[in-house]
Structures are given as C-alpha cells and as structure tokens.
C-alpha cells in the first residue's frame, strides 16, 4: 500500500518531536551555544572555594541532594513561596544545604554570557565537578543538556535522601532505587572527605556506638554535647578535611568514621573490601568516584521541551 508524502512528513516530524523530547545529555552540548560556559563556572567556583574551602563540599552535596530528588533538575535550588514549597525545608536540607548564592553567581554572569540557554541544572552539575578538583580530587567529563524542574517535592526530599542515621542495608537501597550500584554507594560516600557535618547528626554515634574509637568519641563530644548545640560542626574527614583523597576510607579502618552511616560502609558487611581497597589505593578511589558522579548526573534528567531554562534559579520562569 502506498503511503502518502504528507502522512511520511507527519510521521518524521512526529519523529523529530520525540527524539528532541528524549535527547540524551552530551559532553558538547553548549559548545556552540555558550562556548565559555566551563570557564565562567570554574572561574566563579576559584573565587568560592578560596574563599572558604568548604563551599567545594557544600556544592557537591547541593549537586547529590539535587539528584536523589526526582533526579538532577534543579529542584532543590527553588525557594518556597506563598503557594509553593519546595525542598529547602525538607529534614534532610533544613539549616545545613548551603551554596545557593555561589549559584546564584554563576547563573548571573553565565546568563550575562549567555542569555536563556543554560539550565541551572547543568551549571550546578560542572560547579560540583569544579568544587571537587579544586579540593584535589579527580576530573571528569560533565554531560550536559538538562533542563529545570517547574517544581520540587518536599516529601520526597524527605524520603528519598539517605539519612546519616542509615544501616548498610537501607543505603544500598536508597542507592539502587536510583539504579546506582553498592559500589557506587560507597565511592560517593567517598565525597565525606571533605566537608562538615552538624552535631545533630552525628550525636548519637558518639554517645551511643559501640563500633567507635574512644578517643575519637572523646574529642567529637567536646564540641558536640549530649543535648543542645545541634548547629556545631564537625570535619566528617578529620585527618584531611579540605582536602579530596582517599583519608575518608582510612578513617573507617580505625572507627573513625564520624555519622553512622558512614561507619556502616566497614562493619563487617558487604562493602568491608572495597573500603580496604580505596583506602590503600586513592587512584581506584578517584576513578570510581568520578564514574559513579557521572552516573549520578544521570538521574532522570528533563531534556529536550522537558523543563524550562529558568532566568534565576530560585524560581520559575
């Protein structure tokens, strides 16, 4: 049977519509479109993390919160309004996600560069990947191409973010509903080598853990008493705590690990061998950790007429 010129083009266009609507992330995506794009980021993440090194964990941390939540679409950076509430109040975020000027920075001067083009999504997925290499950890390549959410979800934040109160076995969940391996579970648990955590979440492992190095227990209880002081930080690496290396899997080994989750990865369960591993062998530990953030930064991304490119990544267009 003959089919018809106009059905032929009806069909490709059709065609055409889908693959634009299920386009999938590219290393070059911007690479005509806002050329500058990975030096405008780099840049502004120099000036932040000399400024306070810290903010590299911060902006990982935005990135892994951002993921986890209906996948990598800017959801997290979006402000609660009169009739709208987003994920910055979730548990998980309240009073300890932080980073949001420093992209608020980036997207200014990106959009001065390049107006309307690059989602917040992306800029916050290379800002991560910058955040880290400045610390000294590895490189990768950033796939690029995401849109931004129109909205958020408060109850998935809160039920979707692994808690620092977890057992082994709920984060190898957690992480495989992502569709993210054990393996990869534990090399971004990784990302805890640099960064602080606040006393509210570590308080119960250093009062109530048994599998703990009493010394360690000792000196984190200075700073982070029984009850009250819930804001009071602590370096999650105490060894190296701005610096991106493999002393995270190290610490482990001795106990050391500061919330319980982290100390679930080595306690006599699945994931023991691989913690020995990377912490004998930091370029194994790197070259995990940087595959599984690509991985990561795959997460249900919105492409293609998915989304909107938001003007301030606070709020909708």
Not at 267 to 273: E, L
């Amino acid at each position: 049977m003959a089919t018809s010129p106009n059905l032929v083009l009806a069909l490709s266009l059709l065609s055409l519509l889908f693959c634009a609507a299920n386009a999938q992330l590219s290393a070059n995506f911007y690479s005509r479109s806002c050329p500058n794009l990975q030096r405008i980021v780099r840049t502004a993440m120099t000036q932040a993390v000399n400024n306070e090194a810290r903010m590299g964990a911060s902006i990982l941390r935005l990135f892994f919160h951002d993921c986890f939540v209906n996948g990598c679409d800017a959801s997290v950076l979006l402000d609660d309004t009169a009739t709208f509430t987003g994920e910055k109040t979730a548990r998980p975020n309240a009073n300890s996600a932080r980073g949001f000027d420093v992209i608020d920075t980036i997207k200014s001067r990106v959009e001065a560069a390049c107006n309307a083009t690059v989602s917040c999504a992306d800029i916050l997925a290379v800002a991560a990947r910058d955040g880290v290499v400045l610390l000294g950890g590895p490189s990768w390549t950033v796939q690029l191409g995401r849109r931004d959410a129109r909205t958020a979800s408060l109850s998935n934040a809160n039920s979707d973010l692994p808690s620092p109160f977890s057992s082994l076995s709920t984060l190898i969940s957690s992480f495989s509903a992502k569709g993210l391996s054990a393996q990869d579970m534990t090399a971004l648990s990784g990302s805890h080598t640099i960064g602080q955590a606040r006393c509210v979440t570590f308080r119960g492992r250093i009062y109530n853990d048994t599998n703990i190095n009493a010394n360690f227990a000792t000196t984190r209880r200075a700073s982070c008493p029984a009850s009250g002081g819930d804001g009071n930080l602590a370096p999650l690496d105490i060894q190296t705590p701005n610096s991106f290396d493999n002393r995270y899997f190290q610490n482990l080994l001795t106990q050391r690990g500061l919330l319980h989750s982290d100390q679930e990865l080595f306690n006599g369960g699945s994931q023991d061998a691989l913690v020995r591993s990377y912490s004998n062998n930091n370029a194994a530990f790197n070259r995990d950790f940087a595959a599984a953030m690509v991985r990561m930064g795959n997460i249900s991304p919105l492409t293609g007429t998915n989304g909107e490119i938001r003007r301030n990544c606070r709020s909708v267009n």
